[in-house]
Structures are given as structure tokens and as C-alpha cells.
């Protein structure tokens, strides 16, 4: 059922609480009109009283109106991702403290490039940096000379544009140093070991580095600035870089086949390539540790170590967690041997899992203790991915998907805030780390650090504000999230009941076990077995299940969405294994044919808080089921009636 803690959290599947959000709009608006007022009280008001007689005024509003009228109209096609019938991609309905904080903020329209266009909700949003970075398990407390840093970005595939960023100015920083030489630094010995350093031992040395500057006087302090920006990657560009360092080459990113298509646009827009993206295979669609290790001796075995490690916490299309305590097990041992490298998390999806697992003191709850509250999550593999999310170097979160905020939100987290001058325009950031040694004053800032310019400060009070409402740990954010996991479990347990149901119809089955909260179900009619076919056909079954242009709301019952598997994301034994089970022929995949070289899948999100409603005495997950169970039937019906004999 659902945990009353969530009933006035959203506007609820009905409206149900649109007295409550009606009267913070209408308060806050008034609010707004009253703080216009107050800026200068005698200032009279420029646009007349009597304007809104005039002809012109009301042909004005008659024109306004009837415009968004028709969009208000239009919209009503758009996609009830609100309701419990949506069962598709990573959204769902809204959380009520965010949406109000933002609408409220609108009419203000702070700018978070900076304090100047800013001056309240750039605040927030370094705020909203420390909240993500305690649910992390990072240091939070600005005191701390170590302390994390996140800001916000349009999405997830912009924060990891921005973990790129990082890792390249991280790893190419310590060559830079080595080749102007400041004397009595200790610098590693040579190119190849300087391009080798973690972000850790990078950032030791900008420390190092920064405090010897200090002891310049200002002429030789700009000298020898003037000198390593000349030397660096950024000001290079990658050709000139290289060319410069001839034992060096660019160095690759490893991620699973599974990440997510914003990898390669990132290092396309740096120019770093894609080919630098090394994709390496996955088992039970995770990162194949044997294959990660692999792929690291091989380039230890060429004294070249990755420019990143990428580790998925929530697969986009599948769910799936990669073995991030397996890959910083890895690291250490590859540090060990002086091949460090950075690890960043792709948490765009599950990063808000995290906070099943927080204790209100920042603390990681005992495995016991969380698996008391589920029939089976987390996962002991899940659970050691979870927890060891502390010991990375940065991570992706999106509050536009799991954090129940509007388009617009996504956050880039790093899990030590010296890092981010390597990342300031323009040179002086040294000064600044000097002189102006207050965590909030520097980031402040904020244009200079981010890829992006002017953003929106009401995106930032957003966040806050939700995070403030609903602090991320397990006793306030935690409950929405564990009402998506429970919502998960139920929806599996569902499933094995259906997979018996319709054995006579169809053979279905739950191509991997999921992780958190997305399930996929595969479906091929029965006395089929190819794999042409079953892709075919299972189009075919989908159509009612998803919106098209034109199509009206009520015309569909639910609402999901569909993936595929590929043999290069799950490996060929694996998706083997899965057609056999589905009584598909191994001999009818074809390498060459985009219809036949894989298997299309239903995919589910469950991140309705209300798909259990025990109020009603309805599970909107029994009802899909029936759902599915009468389309199945329909269909097949049809294919009989229809077939010549
Ligand atoms: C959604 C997602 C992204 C991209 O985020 P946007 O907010 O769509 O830009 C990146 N990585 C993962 C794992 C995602 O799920």
C-alpha cells in the first residue's frame, strides 16, 4: 500500500491535492506582486489603471487567451505521466514541494551563472550540491578543506560532459606541472607516471602546488601561472598536447556497453574522439569485471592507465548496478602499482537509491536493517554497489528522474571541491583559492566552473527546497523510493503468477532479475520461433501501450515502453539462454538484419507512488496484468481467425 507520508507529497493521480497546491500558488504569487510593490512603494505604477479598458489592452488578453487556450488544449494529448496506468520511461508525477518552489521562483527569474543574477538561489544551489554530496556518503561540511562539490545542469548528459571535463583536466594537470618545473616541487618522475596519477594524487599536487605559489611574490606568482596555463591541455588543444608529450596518447574511457549514448557525445564535443570509448561487455547486463580487469592490463601492460572508469548505478534501459566496489577494488590495486585512474558513477538514474540505504546521521544502514522493510531488494551485489558509492571521484545524478523534479535538473558531483579549479575560465582561479578561501564566495561563481552560462536559479530552489522537505536519507526520501522498489517486487511476483497463466498463449519470462525499480518482460506467442517474428509480432502488441501523435489519452489503458537485447549487451549465451527460454530458435538470429539481431522487450519503470492503492482496494500492476492477459488474447484470437487454415 502506499505510505501515507506520500499522500501530500504530489498533486496526486486525481488532483487530489489541488486545494493545497491552489492556495501556495495563489499565496505566493500575491507575495510576489507585494515584493514588486515594496521595491520603491512611491514609484507610481507606469502602466495605467484605466489600460486595461482600452481596446487595444483587451484585443491583447482576447489574443493571449485564445492561445493558450489551444495550448492548454494541445497539451491535454500530452503523456499522464502523473497517472499509475504510466509504466514507461524515468518520470512520473511531479513532487509537490518542488513544483511550488519552482513556480514560485519563476516570476523572479534568478540566473545561476553567478551571485550577481543570483544573489539568493545560487545558494541553493551549492546547497543542493552538499545535499546530493551526504547522500552520497562524501564529505558535506563546506569547513572541510575536502569538502564536495555539485551544481546542477541541464541533465544527466550534461554532468557527464562535465565528469569528462574533470578527468581530462585532472589526469593532464600533473604533465603540465612537469614540464614548467617549479623548483622544489615533488613531481612524478616522468610524462608517462605524471598522466597515470588517481584524481586524488592530482589534486594533492594542485594542493602542493597552490601553496608554493603562495610563497611567490605576485610578480613570479603570475610568471609561473602565466607559465602552466601555456602548458595545459585546455589551452593546448588535445594535437598540440600530445605532440608535446610524445610517450603519451589519449587515454581511453571504459564503460559498459550499457551506458548511456551521452558518453559518446561527450567525447566527441571535447574532441577527444569516440574511439576513445571503450564499451566493455556485461553479465546479467553489469559490468564483466574479468573483462574491466582485462582491459586495464592491457594498458598497464602499455604504462598507460583509462582516463575514466565508468560504473552505471541504474542502467537506463534495464536497471541494472554495476559492481562499483569491484571496480574501486580494482582501482586501489591499479593505484598500488602507479596506474591510477579516475571512477565516476552514472547515477543520472538510481542515484536517489542511495537514500534507502542513509542513515539521518549520514551513516550507511546495516544490510539487515534495509533488507527488513522488502521481500528480497537489495541484493547482496546491489547493496555492496550502493554503499560503496563514497570512494568514487564524481558522480551523475538527475533530480528530473528519480528526485520527482521537473525537466531541467540534473546534477554533477565531485567528491572534492579543490578539483573544480582546474576547471575555472580564466587563469586567475589560483588567486582566488588563495585570497578567497570561503567555499561558498569562490562557487559563487558558478559560470566559471560549469559547462553550461546562464541557468535557472528556480530549477536550483527546486531542488532544495524538496530536499529540505524531504531530507535523502531512509526516514524521509527514502520512503517514495522504497514505495518504487516495493511496486517493483510486487510487479515480479505478479509476473511469475502471469508467466503460468498464459503458458497455454505465450512464453514470457523476466530476461535478468531487476536491481531497483525496472523491470522487463519478454513475450513470444507460443509455436513461434523466430526471432523476426516475435519481434514482429510483439510491435504489433505494443501499439495500444504507447502514445502516438493525434492518438487522445483515453484511448490507451496503460502506458509502457520496450528496449532491446542485443548479444553485445548481454552477452551471446546470455540472450541465447533467453530466446531458448522464450522457444526461439538460436539458427533464426541474424547478425546482419537490425529485425533479427536482437530481441525487442517490454520495459516497465515503477516509479508511481500510487500503483499499489490499497485505499481503492486496486493494484494497478494486477490490473496490467489483466491487461496484457486479454491483449494476448485478443491477438492471438485474431491470428487465428485470420490464418488461412
Ligand atoms: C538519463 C540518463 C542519462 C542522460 O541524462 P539526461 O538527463 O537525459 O541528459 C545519462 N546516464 C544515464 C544512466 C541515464 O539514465
Not at 374 to 402: C, I, M, N, Q
Not at 431 to 444: E, K, L
Request: aromatic letters at 8%; charged letters at 25%; one cysteine or more.
Amino acid at each position: 500500500m502506499t505510505d501515507p507520508y506520500l499522500y501530500p507529497a504530489f498533486l496526486g493521480p486525481y488532483g487530489e491535492n489541488d486545494a493545497l497546491l491552489e492556495k501556495l500558488l495563489v499565496e505566493f504569487m500575491r507575495d510576489h506582486v507585494y515584493w514588486r510593490r515594496n521595491v520603491h512603494p512611491d514609484d507610481p505604477p507606469p502602466i495605467p489603471t484605466r489600460a486595461a479598458q482600452q481596446p487595444e489592452f483587451l484585443a491583447f488578453e482576447a489574443r493571449m487567451r485564445r492561445e493558450l487556450h489551444a495550448l492548454s488544449a494541445a497539451l491535454k494529448r500530452s503523456v499522464p505521466f502523473h497517472s499509475p496506468r504510466y509504466l514507461g520511461h524515468m518520470v512520473s508525477d511531479l513532487l509537490l514541494p518542488g513544483l511550488a518552489a519552482q513556480m514560485l521562483a519563476l516570476p523572479y527569474n534568478p540566473n545561476n551563472v553567478s551571485a550577481e543574477a543570483a544573489p539568493v538561489t545560487i545558494d541553493l544551489e551549492i546547497q543542493v550540491g552538499l545535499q546530493l554530496a551526504r547522500m552520497l556518503g562524501f564529505a558535506s561540511d563546506p569547513a572541510d578543506v575536502a569538502c564536495a562539490f555539485g551544481h546542477l545542469t541541464s541533465g544527466g548528459t550534461i554532468a557527464n560532459l562535465q565528469a569528462l571535463r574533470l578527468a581530462r583536466a585532472l589526469k593532464s594537470f600533473p604533465v603540465a606541472l612537469r614540464q614548467i618545473a617549479p623548483p622544489g616541487l615533488d613531481l612524478p618522475e616522468d610524462d608517462r607516471s605524471a598522466f597515470r596519477l588517481t584524481p586524488r594524487q592530482s589534486i594533492a599536487l594542485l594542493d602542493e602546488w597552490l601553496r608554493w605559489l603562495g610563497t611567490r611574490d605576485a610578480t613570479e606568482r603570475s610568471m609561473w601561472q602565466r607559465r602552466l596555463v601555456g602548458e595545459r591541455i585546455e589551452q593546448l588543444g588535445e594535437a598540440r598536447f600530445f605532440a608535446r608529450h610524445p610517450t603519451l596518447e589519449p587515454a581511453p574511457v571504459l564503460a559498459p556497453v550499457t551506458a548511456h549514448y551521452s558518453w559518446a557525445k561527450g567525447l566527441k564535443l571535447l574532441g577527444m574522439g569516440r574511439d576513445q570509448l571503450r564499451l566493455l561487455p556485461t553479465r546479467g547486463m553489469r559490468l564483466d569485471m574479468r573483462a574491466c580487469e582485462r582491459e586495464l592490463a592491457d594498458l598497464e601492460r602499455q604504462g598507460k592507465s583509462p582516463l575514466l572508469a565508468v560504473a552505471v548505478l541504474g542502467s537506463t534501459e534495464f536497471g541494472t548496478i554495476d559492481p562499483l566496489d569491484e571496480l574501486l577494488a580494482l582501482r586501489d590495486a591499479a593505484t598500488g602499482r602507479g596506474c591510477g585512474f579516475a571512477v565516476h558513477v552514472d547515477a543520472a538514474w538510481g542515484g536517489y537509491l542511495a537514500t534507502v540505504l542513509r542513515e539521518e546521521d549520514g551513516t550507511i544502514r546495516p544490510r539487515g536493517d534495509v533488507s527488513k522493510e522488502y521481500a528480497r531488494f537489495p541484493g547482496e551485489r546491489t547493496y555492496a554497489a550502493l554503499s560503496a558509492l563514497a570512494g568514487v571521484d564524481s558522480v551523475t545524478v538527475d533530480p528530473h528522474k528519480l528526485g520527482y523534479l521537473a525537466y531541467g535538473v540534473g546534477a554533477f558531483v565531485c567528491h572534492d571541491q579543490r578539483a573544480m579549479a582546474l576547471l575555472a575560465e580564466s587563469a586567475d582561479y589560483v588567486f582566488d583559492h588563495q585570497v578567497d578561501d570561503d567555499y561558498f564566495s569562490r562557487f559563487r561563481q558558478l559560470g566559471r566552473y560549469i559547462p553550461e552560462g546562464s541557468k535557472p536559479g528556480a530549477a536550483a530552489a527546486a531542488a532544495y527546497v524538496t530536499h529540505q522537505v524531504m531530507p535523502l536519507d531512509h526516514r524521509h526520501f527514502g520512503r517514495l523510493v522504497r514505495q518504487t522498489i516495493l511496486a517493483t517486487e510486487a510487479f515480479v511476483d505478479r509476473a511469475q503468477r502471469f508467466i503460468g497463466e498464459v503458458a497455454g498463449q505465450a512464453r514470457v519470462c523476466i530476461p535478468y532479475p531487476p536491481e531497483s525499480n525496472l523491470v522487463c518482460l519478454a513475450i513470444n506467442p507460443v509455436g513461434n520461433r523466430d526471432l523476426r517474428q516475435a519481434n514482429r509480432w510483439l510491435r504489433t502488441f505494443l501499439e495500444p501501450l504507447r502514445m502516438t501523435r493525434g492518438s487522445t489519452v483515453q484511448a490507451h489503458a496503460f502506458f509502457t515502453s520496450s528496449t532491446t537485447l542485443r548479444s553485445d549487451l548481454l552477452g551471446r549465451d546470455a540472450l541465447l539462454g533467453i530466446l531458448d527460454t522464450l522457444g526461439i530458435d538460436a539458427c533464426s538470429i541474424r547478425d546482419d538484419d537490425a529485425d533479427a539481431d536482437r530481441l525487442l522487450i517490454l520495459r516497465h519503470t515503477l516509479m508511481n507512488p500510487f500503483l499499489l492503492d490499497d485505499e481503492n482496494g486496486i493494484s494497478y500492476i494486477d490490473r496490467y496484468f489483466e491487461y496484457l492477459r486479454e491483449r494476448l488474447q485478443t491477438l492471438i484470437l485474431g491470428e487465428r481467425a485470420s490464418s488461412p487454415d
